[in-house]
């Protein structure tokens, strides 16, 4: 009748084990604080001012990059239309193949700088309406944006 004990011993001692080690194996592999080895996204900041033409639009927002590797945004899609990121080089604009979201840094798109640029609008957004884009991330996968259309006139208090 000792027998039992020692399996039941055995038993606790290899679940607690795994389960140390699965609770090592989750932190390591997260992404998430200053020590993750994966990209952890979030975007933040999104809108797009009511487009004045009825075949264009812009979008801004920014993609924050908490883990220790960067990622890079290699395309964006949308059911209002055609979508490019397009970035300020020097004093003009260009179509941008991918861009960088650096380690433990943004990607930002703001007025006067890097943005989202929909074309051939199959309907023109109202103030008020939500306009819904994937951001296409070569690590990440893609992830879903509700970007709320503001006053053509909006102007962030949070700088972008």
């Known amino acids: 009748m000792r027998r039992p004990a020692p399996v ?3 038993l606790t001692a ?3 084990g ?20 994966r990209a952890d996204l979030s975007v933040s900041g999104a809108y797009m001012p009511q487009p ?10 920014t993609v924050s990059n908490k883990g220790g590797t960067k990622d890079e945004l290699t395309s964006v899609t ?13 004093s003009s604009m260009q179509e941008a193949e991918e861009l960088d979201v650096p380690a433990h840094g943004q990607l930002v ?9 929909f074309e051939k609008l199959k309907r023109q957004p109202k103030q008020g309406e939500q306009v819904t884009v994937k951001l296409h991330f070569a690590e990440s996968g893609t992830v879903t944006v509700e970007m ?6 909006y102007n962030p208090k949070t700088g972008h």
Do not use: Y
């Open 52 to 61: 004045v033409s009825d075949s264009m639009a812009a979008g801004f927002l």
């Open 148 to 153: 709320p259309v503001k006053s053509a006139t």
């Open 78 to 90: 949308s059911d209002v239309g055609e979508v490019t990121a397009h970035e300020t080089v020097g």
């Open 14 to 16: 290899v679940t607690t």
């Open 109 to 117: 798109f703001k007025s006067g700088g890097s943005h989202l640029m």
């Open 8 to 10: 039941t011993a055995v």
């Open 18 to 37: 795994a389960l140390v080690l699965a609770g090592c194996g989750s932190d390591s592999d997260s992404g998430s604080g200053s020590g993750g080895s």
